[in-house]
Structures are given as C-alpha cells and as structure tokens.
C-alpha cells in the first residue's frame, strides 16, 4: 500500500452528519498493540504471506513512541495556552498584558509547529499499520492451502470422478448455457443461464434467504457499486499497489469522485450499513443477509477453474453478515458454520482454512466445498470468516456495553466485532448439483435433472425435474 493508498483515509469527518452522508474517519488502529508485539505481528504477517516493507514493525514502534511524546508535549503546551488566555483576560496593566500576549503569540507559533509534526507522524503510523492483517486463531493451521484441516464431513461419500458428468457438456446438452453469445456481448468468463439453471438460480437464491430468515438474520437488498475507500477498509485492495503497474482487481467505475466499484462481494455494502455507528449492547448481534452481483476482474487467471461457471466475472451471492460484541464472535463462527452445512447440496467437506488463505481480514475462517465429479475434485461454494475488529477499526462500528455496578468501563467504548459468511455463491452450487443431479438416457446421454425436494417450494415454471428426498438434507 503506498501513500497515495492512504489518502484514501485522510478525509476529516463531517460533525453531525448522519452515517449516510458524513465522509469516514481515519482507521483507528491498536499501536500500543502493535509496538508491544512486534515479533508476534512479524511472524504473522510471515505466516499469512503478507508482504510488509522492509523495517515496518520497528518504525511502527519508534513513530508511536514519538506519537506520544509529541502528543504530550502538545497537551502540557495547550494548557499553558489556557492558562496565558485567564491571564490575558484578567491582567489590567497594560505593559504586563502586551508581554503576556507576546508570549502567547510564540506560544502558539510553537503549538502550531508540534501539530504539524504530530499530523505527519500519524499519517506515517497509519501508512505503516494498514499493512498488516489481522491476527490468527492460535489453532489455524500454518502454511499454503493444501495445509487446510478438514473439520467434518455431510452427505453421502464422494463418487468416482468423471468427464461425462462435466457440468459445461451436461448444459450443453440439456441447453442450459449460453458461453458463445455471453463471449460476443461482454466476453470470455461471462455467459447466459438459460431454462431450468435460470430456474435454478432462483429457487437456490430464494432457498438460501428463507434458511437465513429461520435463523434470525434480516433481508437486505444491497446496492453492487460501492465507494473504493469502503471496500478497502473491508480488507479487499480495489487495486494491487504492490505491483509496479497496479492490476485492477475490481471494475472501476470511470471518472467518478470518489472512486467506486462494481463490489466483488455483498459484505462490502453490507458492512458499509454499520460504518460510523455506535450500538448499545442489548440492540446485539445485528445479523443481514444480503443478495448482490458480485463482480470479479480477476476471473479467468486460474487455469482449469475458469472453465464453465466455476470462475467467471459476474454472479449472484447471497451473503451473511453479522456485527456482534467482542466476546462473542467465535460463538456466532460456529453458528455460521453449522447453517452452511445445513444449506443444499450434495458430499460437503468443511475446511479450517490455513494462514495464507485468510487475506487481510480474517482472523479465522472455514470454507465449505462440495464434490463435483465432473470437475474431478472439491470445489469451494462458501465460506465463513471471524473478522474480530479488523473492519470496525477501519469503518469506525462501536457499541456501548451495558452499565453495571460492578463494570470499570471508564467510558470506553470498544470496537465491534464483525463476521460474514456466503450463504449460497450461486454459479457454483449449480456446477455441484448438476454434476451430481443429472440423469442419463441408455445412450449416456443427459436426459434430465434430479434436484433436492427442498428446493420444490421455491421452483417457478413446470420443467420436468425429478425430486429427489436423500437422507442427508437438513434444514
């Protein structure tokens, strides 16, 4: 991230504007924390592949030490200030006044010089501290993405991989795709869903949101653009500024002021709904769900996953998000763990997902993937990430903890913490139950779809789909 990135934080807040309307703080982040774990935060940054600029921890340390000297200096100045201001107003003589004044006015002169030095020492902490990410749950596993510990296992066993249940051949054959026209309209990586998989889409969405309403969370429609700023106080980098030309990881909207997106994912507006607020205890947890387009200018730079609808530029997500108190948010994890993998599909693994796989944000996260045989492997359709402070640091989410005799709050007001989990990633819960759904004619030839009973109350239209009652659906 350089300087340029930083400005994005920079802007001063509006005072008394509504959260809608007012520019966003500055992060507040923990450099106490920070200097007093210099060796624990280099480690991880190590273990999550976090590139830091060389010295970055210790200049972290040496600027928040010059941080608070500058800052009581200029306290103990201002206060003389106050006093030389009660005796400009109650001296009478004027000789004496004129000289009191005159070192007011060099009193002041030397306030505005401390400022300015404590202004640029706090741009460079800041500068500095948003490189790092968030910490890691001791029990994470260390190391690249096949280190991930598989945590259990739903459905029946996997069956043997096999070409002929490819979900690109099956939707040819049973018309459900459309590449070739989606490539002239927009391009490769984007396509048309047709007949039963446009049908499919829906019930899935609608499916997904009805099992998110049982659980408490409230519906949201979010808005796909959001401002570049929101999204990277999110942890997601608009642009790769680690790059000698930084690569475009999102689709820019062009010439706008401020700078917006086409958002990659729903937590991005969804977590925008709380930036800026302070909540009281007992309004806690607040829990949404929202259906977005997600938007990706990064598809197709993976090799085989770019085939079909695996990895495409543009699909419909159906996200949680949750904002709780800071000492409950592994609980709300593992509630969000245990409604995935009571969300439809077919042999699911759940992943505890190892420190290179975490991004910026995430403290812990699980990935849910399904078996697709045409495909061959396992195939990620969601996943579920304990975020802890990380984003309300950057979006400013606050709550108020209830007053009690025995509480020593002192009047802090600690930071929230936040998770978000995918409820149903769309395109891909339609690889998964096509590839193990589709029936085949003595020929070996698709012939029609069998499709969980589940989805049968949320199916538009009368296509001839086969319902299916297996055992292992829950809800």
Not at 173 to 185: H, K, P, R, S, T
Not at 198 to 216: D, F, R
Request: hydrophobic residues 40%; contains cysteine.
């Amino acid at each position: 991230m350089t300087a340029t990135t930083t400005k994005r934080f920079a802007s001063k807040t509006v005072a008394n504007a509504s959260p809608s309307t007012a520019v966003l703080p500055k992060p507040r982040l923990d450099y106490r924390n920070i200097s007093e774990s210099i060796i624990y935060k280099s480690h991880n940054a190590f273990n999550r592949k976090s590139p830091l600029p060389i010295g970055a921890l210790q200049s972290i340390a040496h600027s928040y030490a010059e941080q608070k000297e500058l800052s009581g200096r200029l306290d103990f100045k201002r206060h003389t200030q106050s006093v030389l201001g009660d005796r400009i107003r109650l001296t009478k003589d004027p000789s004496e006044k004129r000289a009191v004044v005159t070192e007011a006015k060099e009193l002041k002169a030397e306030i505005a010089l401390l400022e300015e030095k404590l202004a640029a020492v706090e741009e460079k902490l800041l500068e500095l501290a948003l490189h790092l990410p968030n910490d890691t749950h001791p029990e994470v596993p260390i190391g690249p993405e096949d280190a991930a510990v598989v945590l259990s296992t739903h459905g029946p066993p996997a069956t043997a991989p096999s070409t002929e249940r490819d979900h690109v051949a099956i939707g040819r054959a049973l018309g459900l795709f459309n590449f070739e026209d989606a490539a002239i309209v927009t391009g490769s990586s984007w396509y048309y869903l047709l007949k039963e998989a446009a049908l499919l889409e829906n019930a899935l969405t609608n499916y997904a949101i009805s099992v998110a309403l049982k659980h408490g969370f409230q519906f949201t429609m979010t808005p796909d653009v959001v401002r570049a700023d929101v999204a990277l106080r999110c942890g997601f980098q608009p642009r790769d500024y680690n790059s000698d030309h930084p690569a475009s990881q999102m689709y820019h909207i062009a010439d706008s002021s401020p700078e917006l997106v086409l958002s990659g994912t729903a937590e991005i507006p969804l977590a925008g709904m709380f930036a800026n607020k302070t909540f009281a205890e007992n309004t806690l947890p607040a829990k949404v769900v929202g259906l977005g387009r997600s938007f990706r200018a990064e598809a197709g730079s993976r090799g085989t996953d770019t085939r079909g609808l695996y990895r495409v530029h543009q699909f419909s997500k159906i996200e949680l998000f949750v904002v709780c108190e800071e000492d409950s948010s592994a609980e709300h994890l593992e509630e969000i763990r245990n409604l995935f993998t009571s969300t439809i599909c077919v042999s699911l693994s759940v992943l505890d997902m190892p420190t290179e796989e975490l991004g910026a944000s995430a403290y812990r996260k699980y990935d849910i993937e399904a078996w697709m045989p045409g495909r061959g492997g396992w195939g990620e359709i969601s996943s579920a990430s304990n975020c802890t402070d990380y984003q309300a640091r950057r979006l400013h989410i606050r709550y108020r903890r209830r007053s009690t005799p025995s509480s020593h709050t002192h009047g802090h007001i600690p930071f929230a913490h936040t998770l978000n989990g995918t409820a149903a990633a769309i395109p891909r819960l339609i690889v998964a139950l096509l590839e193990n759904g589709t029936r085949f004619d003595e020929k070996g030839i698709p012939s029609g779809l069998d499709l969980p009973t589940i989805l049968r109350p949320f199916w538009l239209g009368t296509s001839d789909i086969r319902w299916a009652e297996p055992l292992w659906y829950t809800t």
